[in-house]
């Protein structure tokens, strides 16, 4: 078996597949958004409950939300890329200051990109929501609960509550 690898270098890949994942997310999402943002606003066939009006802001809204996500992960990326031997030894297998200091940037990190994202989806679930109704408030649902799930993760996973070193 090969040797297992060090944990610094572990959370280090964990976030470079992240940062990859997101940055794709984000400009697909912000590549068709945008398409609909300069476009006029039309009006649902059937009114859900939101006006075309209003339809168009959380297109833009998710827009925005999409942009500062990956204007945030380029940023992110850019200094795991510079500060990376550092946080790998950090990182390390013992309890120290320095892996306390890695591990609250992580949570910082993943809560903000993840949060803007899920929130670009919230916003694009409302958008489906006014247009088609029920499977719009059904993705809603489905992004609350993932969000939910994926937020509880990162906050269980972070230092809050633990000693300090």
Not at 88 to 106: K, L, M, N, P, Q
Not at 128 to 149: C, D, K, R
Request: hydrophobic share 50%; glycine share 8%; charged share 10%.
């Amino acid at each position: 078996a090969p040797p297992p690898k060090h944990p610094g270098l572990r959370l280090a890949d964990f976030f470079d597949a992240m940062f990859k994942t997101i940055t794709a997310i984000s400009t697909l999402g912000a590549s068709i958004t945008f398409t609909k943002v300069v476009s006029n606003p039309t009006e649902p066939w059937v009114y859900h409950g939101i006006s075309g009006d209003d339809i168009q802001y959380y297109i833009a809204d998710a827009f925005v939300c999409f942009a500062l996500s990956l204007f945030l992960t380029t940023l992110a990326a850019s200094a795991l890329s510079y500060w990376r031997p550092q946080a790998i030894r950090y990182f390390g297998t013992e309890d120290s200051h320095h892996r306390r200091i890695v591990a609250w940037w992580a949570t910082l990190v993943s809560t903000v990109l993840v949060g803007l994202t899920v929130t670009a989806f919230i916003f694009l679930g409302l958008v489906v929501a006014g247009l088609v109704g029920t499977a719009g408030w059904l993705s809603l649902a489905l992004t609350g609960l993932m969000a939910v799930v994926v937020l509880g993760v990162i906050v269980w996973q972070s230092p809050i509550g633990s000693p300090p070193p």
